[in-house]
């Protein structure tokens, strides 16, 4: 089993909509949880950072972390064709190393 | 504030030669990172450093890839003779300290392509 699980998608939404991006994964030591944004062709960036359970809301962007059920997502609201990237999840903790496991990805398009 | 910088931005090569890359962090972080992203993939993290010193090369296949940051700021990644499966976008990060808690920011990648 994956450290991270993310589905790839693709996903395709129209503009306005309210998307949904998840992450499980199965080490109940990470404590810290983060989003990437990847456009083509680029280096991830970062969009949101968490630690530990509990939300998270920045402008159109709400990341959302439930320890008990190993489970992550990201809410994006009023999605714009400018959000058209793949995000990826990303966690680490004191137990797993320091290292940051990634998700795969998920690739969205937002058509205007 | 500058970003991490990478060059090149592209490569191509062949089989069995040999390509570097190099990465400048952003200023005052001490902790560099090298992952390989390749396609459909998230990164992988080949080798970590903090300051000079190698922190994790655990996923570094060390036949043919090797990375130094002699003075504790820029790094190199070298694979050497390269194989057709190395083909990938090679990432590379840096954050201020080596913990958990933080964030790696990273620069836009080189893209290598063997043939």
Same mark, same amino acid.
């Given at each position: 089993?994956?450290?991270v699980?993310?589905?790839p998608? #693709?996903?395709?939404v ?14 109940s030591a990470?404590q ?7 456009y083509s ?21 709400t990341?959302?972390?439930?320890k008990?059920s190993?489970?992550i ?7 714009? #064709? ?8 990303a ?13 795969t ?6 058509? #205007? | 504030?500058a ?6 931005r ?23 990172y090298?992952? &390989?992203?390749?396609l ?7 080798? &970590? ?21 002699l003075?504790?700021v ?5 694979? &050497?003779?390269a194989?057709?499966e190395?083909?990938?976008?090679y990432?590379?990060?840096?954050s ?20």
């Amino acid at each position: 089993q994956k450290e991270v699980e993310q589905d790839p998608g #693709p996903l395709s939404v129209p503009e306005g909509a309210i998307v949904s991006l998840n992450c499980t994964y199965s080490n109940s030591a990470f404590q810290y949880f983060m989003w990437y944004r990847q456009y083509s062709r680029k280096g991830p960036e970062l969009l949101m950072y968490t630690y530990s359970s509990g939300n998270k809301e920045d402008g159109r962007f709400t990341a959302q972390v439930d320890k008990s059920s190993k489970y992550i997502s990201l809410f994006i609201r009023d999605s714009q #064709p400018s959000d058209s990237a793949t995000y990826l999840c990303a966690m680490s903790g004191v137990g797993t190393g320091n290292q940051f496991y990634f998700g795969t990805g998920t690739s969205l398009t937002v058509i #205007p | 504030e500058a970003g991490v910088a990478q060059s090149p931005r592209y490569k191509i090569i062949e089989k069995r030669q040999s390509v570097a890359f190099w990465c400048n962090p952003i200023s005052g972080h001490a902790t560099l990172y090298w992952y &390989q992203q390749i396609l459909g993939q998230g990164p992988k993290l080949l080798i &970590q450093f903090q300051n000079n010193g190698v922190v994790d090369d655990s996923q570094l296949p060390k036949d043919r890839f090797s990375a130094e940051r002699l003075k504790g700021v820029d790094s190199t990644l070298k694979i &050497q003779p390269a194989k057709l499966e190395d083909s990938a976008v090679y990432l590379c990060a840096s954050s201020l300290g080596a913990g958990s808690k933080n964030i790696q920011y990273f620069g836009a990648g080189t893209r290598l392509s063997v043939l």
